[in-house]
Nanobody, 123 residues
Framework: EVYVVESGGGLVQAGGSLTLSCAAA????????IGWFRQAPGKEREGVSC????????YYAASVKGRFTISSDYAKNTVHLQMNSLKPEDTARYYC????????????????WGQGTQVTVSS
């Protein structure tokens, strides 16, 4: 069974940085993707970034491209999301998810989810 656990959220001022980490394990092969998603109050969950274990391909939402960087340390079964130049509109609960699929930004394609970690950006 795949499990994922997020860490690293917190409160930061606009323009600041945070790094989120996702520990994921239980995969039966290297053919999987790990994605970061976020959900703000009253809004739908949206894809932020995703990385393919198979070939290392990365994907970003337009709203975070150039500010966020996803990276992997598979020796530690961990994926990081470095978030720079944070904006108040980045405030949300951030979730890590994993699935045995080609990387996608569609949350409906992911079956294993963490509990989420809160990111709050003050203006």
């Amino acid at each position: 069974e795949v499990y994922v656990v997020e860490s690293g959220g917190g409160l930061v001022q606009a323009g600041g940085s945070l790094t989120l980490s996702c520990a994921a394990a239980g995969f039966t092969s290297d053919d999987y993707a790990i994605g970061w998603f976020r959900q703000a109050p009253g809004k739908e969950r949206e894809g932020v970034s995703c990385i393919s274990r198979r070939d290392g391909s990365t994907y970003y939402a337009a709203s975070v491209k150039g500010r966020f960087t996803i990276s992997s340390d598979y020796a530690k079964n961990t994926v990081h999301l470095q978030m720079n130049s944070l904006k108040p509109e980045d405030t949300a609960r951030y979730y890590c998810a994993a699935e045995d699929i080609i990387a996608t930004m569609d949350p409906l394609e992911f079956g294993s989810w963490g509990q989420g970690t809160q990111v709050t950006v003050s203006s």
